[in-house]
C-alpha cells in the first residue's frame, strides 16, 4: 500500500476530474439478494457521497433529520413511552435491510417507528437514572461539524487543527487540574477507556522501575513480575478498574478493594494498611485509584491523603474523575484539592461538561510516559515524523482512527465558556442538596448520604418494622413500575445488601418540583405492590 493512502486526502481530489478514476461503484452488501443491486444504480449511490457536487443535497438532508429531531424533543412529555423488549423487538427485526428505500425522508419516517418515538430522552427534566446529561447545543454544532468534515485524529495528516485543537484543550484540562509543565494526554471514548489506558502506563512504569532495580536478577522479564502486580481502589469505585486490570493481564485478582466509610469514601487508614501488606508480602502496586465522585454516591475519595500515601510508598496516583471533573469548571473546585498531585487523571466530558457521548480524556503528569503506546507503522507514523516533531496523536493513544470529539468541547468553551458548563453542574449540585432535604425528613424513605455530588441514593420503607427482603421488593417493583409508565425513569443500585434507589441529578431543568412529585409516584407503586401482598407478608418475620 502507498504511504501516502490516506482518507484525508481523497478531499482535495474530489474537487477535480479525479472522480473518474473511481470506475468501481460502491457495492454495499456483497453477499445481498439478488436482484438488490439491480435497483442501485452507480450513479444513484455516488449522489449520496458527500462533496462539491452534492453539497445542496446534504444540506436539505441533514436540515430535514434536524427538524424532525426537534419536533421530537420540543413535543415529549415523558422521558419514556414505556414500551417492553418484546414491543419493540419485532418492530426491528422486522425490518428487511436488503430492502433499501432509496430516500432520505422514508428513512427517517421509518427511524421514527423503530427508535425516535420509543428512545429514552435525557433531556427530560424526570429523567433521573444514570450518568446521562443534558447535551448542551454548542457541542451538537461541533458533533455535526467533526462528522461531516471526518478528520481522523490518529495524524497529523489526516487532521491538521483538528490535532492542534486537542492538544490545546488537553493542555487546558491538564492545566486546569493543576499538573504541571510536563503534562500530557489524550481524549478516549470514555471513562472506561482512560482507566484502562491509565492502567497500563501505571504497569508499565511499575515493570519498567522493578526491572531496572539494582538487585533485580539479570534474566528477570515482566512475565516475572506480572503475578506481583497489585492495583488498590476503593470498594466503591467502578468495576472498569476490574475490567482494566483484567484486559493487562493481571487477573481481576490483582485489584485489592479498600473499605469505605459511612460517606462512601476510601478509607485512608486501610488503604496505608493495605500498602504496607504488600510491601511485607512483596507484592508490587502499580497504582492507587482514588474516585473523585463514585458513580452511586458521588463520594470523593479524600484525594490529599491519598497522594500522602502514594508518596511515600512511591506507587503512581491514578483519580478517576469521570463523574466529578465538572468541578474543574465549578464554584467547588475545592472539593477537588489534591487531584493536581495525580500521575493520571480521567476526565468524562460526556458526565459533567454536559457533551454528547462520546467525550472523554486521559491526562498524564509526566508527558514521557505515554511512549507506552508509542508505536510506529511505515504506512502511518514513522518514526521520523516524531523526529522532525510532527504532531501524531496517535502515539499517544490506544486507538487508531479516532473521532475528533475534542471539537464538541472547544465550541462549547469558545461559546459558553467554561463557567457558563460551571454553573449548570453546580445548578444540580444545589438541587441534590435540597432534594436530600426532602427526602432526609419524608418518613417514606431512608437516604443513605448527604451527597457530595448529584445523586441520592435511598429506599422506601414500607413501615418501622418493616421485613427488609419484603422492601427489597418493593423498590425493585416501584422501579420497575415506574420505567413501564414512562413518567419518570430512576436508577436502582444495592447498598450493603440491599436494593435502593438511586436519582442521578445532571439536567438543572429538574426542579423540586419535579423530584416530589417521582417520589410521590415511587410511594404510589410501591403502595399498589404492598396492597396486592397477602396478609403475613405485610408483618416483620
Ligand atoms: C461512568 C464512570 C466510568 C466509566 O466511564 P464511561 O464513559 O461510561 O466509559 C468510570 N468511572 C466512574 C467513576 C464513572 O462514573
Redesign the pocket.
Known amino acids: 500500500m502507498s504511504p501516502l493512502a490516506h482518507p484525508a486526502e481523497d478531499p482535495s481530489t474530489t474537487g477535480s476530474p479525479g472522480a473518474t478514476h473511481r470506475v468501481t461503484p460502491t457495492v454495499h452488501a456483497p453477499g445481498g439478494q439478488p436482484g438488490d443491486s439491480a435497483t442501485t444504480e452507480p450513479a444513484d449511490s455516488r449522489s449520496y457521497l458527500l462533496n462539491n457536487g452534492t453539497a445542496g443535497r446534504y444540506r436539505s438532508t441533514v436540515t430535514e433529520s434536524v427538524e424532525r429531531v426537534s419536533a421530537t424533543i420540543a413535543a415529549t412529555e415523558r422521558p419514556f413511552t414505556g414500551i417492553s423488549v418484546d414491543e419493540l423487538t419485532p418492530t426491528v427485526a422486522d425490518i428487511d435491510l436488503e430492502a433499501p428505500l432509496h430516500d432520505p425522508a422514508a428513512a427517517l419516517d421509518e427511524l421514527e417507528e423503530v427508535y425516535l418515538r420509543d428512545a429514552v430522552y435525557f433531556h427530560h427534566p424526570r429523567y433521573l437514572a444514570h450518568?446521562n446529561c443534558p447535551v448542551v447545543i454548542p457541542a451538537l454544532v461541533g458533533e455535526a461539524v467533526l462528522s461531516a468534515v471526518n478528520s481522523s485524529l490518529d495524524t497529523w495528516d489526516q487532521s491538521a487543527g483538528g490535532t492542534l485543537i486537542e492538544r490545546r484543550l488537553i493542555d487546558w484540562t491538564a492545566r486546569r487540574i493543576g499538573l504541571g509543565e510536563q503534562a500530557d494526554g489524550i481524549f478516549t471514548?470514555?471513562?472506561?477507556?482512560?482507566?484502562l489506558q491509565a492502567m497500563l502506563l501505571a504497569r508499565d512504569e511499575a515493570c519498567r522501575r522493578e526491572l531496572a532495580r539494582a538487585d533485580a536478577p539479570a534474566d528477570a522479564r515482566r512475565s516475572d513480575v506480572l503475578p506481583r502486580l497489585r492495583i488498590l481502589t476503593s470498594e466503591c469505585?467502578?468495576?472498569?478498574?476490574q475490567k482494566a486490570a483484567t484486559l493487562l493481564g493481571m487477573g481481576a485478582e490483582s485489584v485489592i478493594s479498600v473499605p469505605c466509610d459511612e460517606n462512601r469514601r476510601m478509607r485512608t487508614t486501610d488503604l496505608a494498611a493495605a500498602l504496607e501488606r504488600c510491601r511485607r508480602d512483596d507484592l508490587l502496586p502499580i497504582a492507587v485509584v482514588a474516585?473523585?465522585?463514585?458513580?452511586d454516591f458521588g463520594s470523593i475519595d479524600p484525594l490529599g491523603e491519598i497522594a500522602d500515601l502514594c508518596d511515600r510508598y512511591g506507587t503512581w496516583m491514578h483519580v478517576?474523575?469521570?463523574?466529578?471533573c465538572g468541578l474543574l469548571v465549578s464554584r467547588r473546585r475545592d472539593l477537588l484539592a489534591g487531584i493536581e498531585r495525580a500521575d493520571s487523571v480521567?476526565v468524562?466530558y460526556?458526565?459533567s461538561f454536559f457533551q454528547p457521548?462520546?467525550s472523554?480524556a486521559v491526562l498524564v503528569r509526566d508527558h514521557t510516559t505515554l511512549r507506552h503506546v508509542t508505536y510506529h507503522a511505515d504506512y502511518l507514523n514513522p518514526r521520523r515524523m516524531a523526529e522532525r516533531r510532527i504532531p501524531n496523536q496517535v502515539d499517544k493513544s490506544i486507538q487508531t482512527t479516532r473521532r475528533f470529539d475534542a471539537l464538541k468541547l472547544w465550541l462549547t468553551l469558545r461559546t459558553m465558556g467554561a463557567s457558563g458548563i460551571g454553573e449548570l453542574f453546580d445548578e444540580v449540585i444545589d438541587r441534590a442538596a435540597d432534594a436530600w432535604k426532602i427526602l432526609h425528613d419524608d418518613p417514606r424513605f431512608d437516604v443513605v448520604v448527604e451527597p457530595q455530588l448529584s445523586t441520592l441514593v435511598f429506599r422506601y420503607v414500607p413501615s418501622a418494622d418493616h421485613d427488609p427482603h419484603l422492601s427489597d421488593l418493593v423498590n425493585l417493583h416501584a422501579r420497575e413500575a415506574l420505567f413501564a409508565s414512562g413518567d419518570a425513569i430512576v436508577a436502582g443500585t444495592v447498598v450493603d445488601g440491599r436494593h435502593h434507589l438511586k436519582f442521578t441529578l445532571l439536567n438543572p431543568e429538574t426542579t423540586l418540583e419535579d423530584i416530589a412529585t417521582v417520589l410521590d409516584l415511587i410511594a404510589e407503586h410501591a403502595g399498589s405492590y404492598l396492597a396486592e401482598q397477602p396478609e403475613p407478608a405485610l408483618s416483620a418475620r
Do not use: E, P
Open positions: 450518568l471514548s470514555g471513562g472506561t477507556q482512560s482507566n469505585s467502578h468495576f472498569s478498574i474516585t473523585a465522585g463514585t458513580t478517576d474523575a469521570a463523574y466529578g480521567t468524562d460526556h458526565k457521548v462520546s472523554s
